[in-house]
């Protein structure tokens, strides 16, 4: 099970009231529950409320991750390259499911000027991109877009996108770390009770 720090399941509820697709009671049924997106800052005591909240079972193993991202990227290898420096000025767009998780990393990194938001797989089209260069135009002199790879993808495979608009576009890669190195942890247990549960086919490389 991978669970969302900032919507944790025992605070949300089931659809459409909230996010949930199943009841919390069949979380039993995981043998790895990985909280994910936790501040860089979590303390063992937030660790441990997590804990005491889902009141897992002693087969039950719990890790918790973050999210790491790198340098922007520019979207267009023709536009100018430019590096974009730590707190510099940026519109922070995305079209996921949580968007405030995306913006907490952005800001602690640079000077978030303007917001798009758009639904999850969200199609970019001609007024979307009117409103990018809008928001561009408003904006202080050297203010690039930031977005998601999610939507970067999107976005590199249209011939839509004017010149100078494509010049600004960058994307903010994003890795996921175990805290506390907990990743070897998590992967030898998993590679053991996938190893010796019968129900399990597991392939050996040779």
């Not at 509820?13 to 790895?32: C, T, V």
């Not at 997106?37 to 002693?58: A, E, F, G, V």
């Not at 999107?154 to 011939?159: A, N, P, Y």
């Amino acid at each position: 099970i991978l669970m969302d720090a900032t919507r944790p399941i025992y605070s949300d509820h089931m659809l459409p009231w909230g996010n949930l697709r199943d009841n919390p009671s069949q979380l039993h049924r995981a043998n790895y529950v990985l909280v994910t997106k936790c501040p860089r800052d979590m303390s063992p005591l937030d660790r441990r409320l997590i804990s005491k909240s889902l009141k897992l079972y002693p087969y039950q193993g719990l890790y918790f991750t973050k999210m790491e991202t790198g340098r922007p990227m520019p979207m267009f290898r023709d536009g100018y390259g430019t590096e974009v420096p730590e707190g510099a000025n940026v519109i922070v767009m995305s079209g996921i499911g949580n968007p405030d998780s995306f913006r907490y990393c952005v800001q602690g990194r640079f000077k978030v000027v303007g917001v798009l938001e758009y639904p999850d797989h969200h199609p970019y089209r001609s007024r979307d991109l009117e409103d990018m260069a809008a928001a561009l135009e408003g904006s202080p002199r050297g203010t690039v877009i930031l977005a998601t790879e999610k939507d970067a993808v999107k976005l590199m495979g249209s011939k839509k996108i004017p010149e100078e608009l494509r010049k600004r576009l960058f994307y903010l890669p994003v890795t996921v770390s175990f805290n506390e190195d907990t990743k070897r942890h998590f992967l030898n247990n998993l590679y053991e009770n996938v190893r010796t549960n019968p129900k399990h086919g597991l392939i050996h490389s040779k």
